[in-house]
């Protein structure tokens, strides 16, 4: 279990390598309720006018205040979760199927 406030990505990715899996995160289920607020996200986005993809901002944006955890395969969430994806054999994390080579986040030491 991780908190995600440097991002869902980057924090799925840090979970990822230390955990030597890959994670394979559904788009549609981090673009729907209770997830994302759909709405006020895409308003915020069109206000901006300048392309800005909301779904962005959920898979890489930080400061959220949400945890992100894996459970064995079959098992019962508990209330309020939400499955977004699976872990497997592998190494990375994929959205939609494709490998994300970009900023997922947060990163404390670059410099």
């Known amino acids: 279990m991780i908190d995600v406030s ?3 990505i980057a924090d799925l990715g840090h979970v990822a390598s230390a955990s ?3 994670i394979e995160v559904a788009g549609g289920a981090i673009a729907a309720e209770p997830v994302s607020r759909r709405g006020a996200l895409a308003r915020a986005a069109d206000v901006l006018g300048d392309g800005t993809d909301w779904r ?3 898979l890489t ?4 205040h949400a945890l992100a955890a894996a459970f064995p ?3 019962r969430l508990p209330l ?3 499955e977004i994806g699976r ?3 592998g190494e990375g994390i994929l959205v939609d199927g494709r490998r994300w080579n970009e900023a ?5 030491f670059l410099t």
């Open 104 to 108: 997922g986040g947060w990163e404390h």
């Open 6 to 8: 440097d991002g869902l």
């Open 20 to 22: 030597g899996v890959r």
């Open 61 to 64: 944006g930080g400061d959220d």
């Open 87 to 89: 872990a497997s054999e």
């Open 73 to 75: 395969a079959g098992s």
């Open 80 to 82: 309020r979760w939400t």
């Open 56 to 58: 962005r901002w959920v």
